[in-house]
């Protein structure tokens, strides 16, 4: 008896199913300078990478992200109390991040994509290379205490500053 309105049931879920798919909206096109200009319009900056394809160019990868890090994290450390502000402290720490991680995630994709054995070995050992580096920096006291300083002047910020000091920041615990 329920027999014949399945078949029923059946056909109305499939007319249904097939029918509310909703079409994708169309991707804007235009140039790469096009996108470029709109993305200025958001303090945003949009770069095509460009990928190592030698392992000599993936260790030199590394070993190029390491020195600027340091030198960025010294001239850091290097600040004396009162000299340090948002631009100096908070901020040039999070274009170390960034210099960092860009780097490291084309490295990953290098590693998880390349045809080539050898890169995709060179990848690997880059980001060993790397994140034992990384680990190092938690320990850097003397940036520590030149954020520190900064943080205890209780400094009133406003607009982006403020939206970007109220983000969660792994330094609040302090050096280990």
Do not use: H
């Amino acid at each position: 008896m329920y027999l014949k309105y399945y078949w029923f049931f059946i056909l109305v879920l499939a007319v249904a199913g097939c029918s509310s798919v909703p079409k994708p909206k169309p991707i804007p096109t235009g140039s790469l300078g096009e996108f470029q200009k709109r993305a200025e319009k958001f303090n945003e900056v949009v770069t095509v990478p460009v990928f190592e394809t030698t392992p000599d160019a993936i260790a030199a990868t590394a070993t190029n992200v390491i020195v600027s890090g340091n030198v960025a994290l010294d001239r850091i450390g290097r600040l004396k109390p009162g000299e340090g502000d948002f631009t100096n402290t908070i901020r040039a720490l999070d274009d170390i991040g960034y210099s960092i991680q860009t780097p490291e995630n084309r490295l990953e994709l290098i590693q998880q994509t390349s045809t080539n054995a050898a890169v995709r070995d060179a990848a690997m050992d880059a980001i060993k290379r790397l994140d034992e580096w990384l680990v190092g920096i938690d320990y850097r006291e003397d940036v520590y205490a030149a954020v520190k300083a900064y943080a205890d002047t209780k400094p009133q910020l406003v607009g982006e500053d403020k939206n970007f000091s109220t983000r969660p920041c792994v330094i609040i615990a302090g050096p280990v």
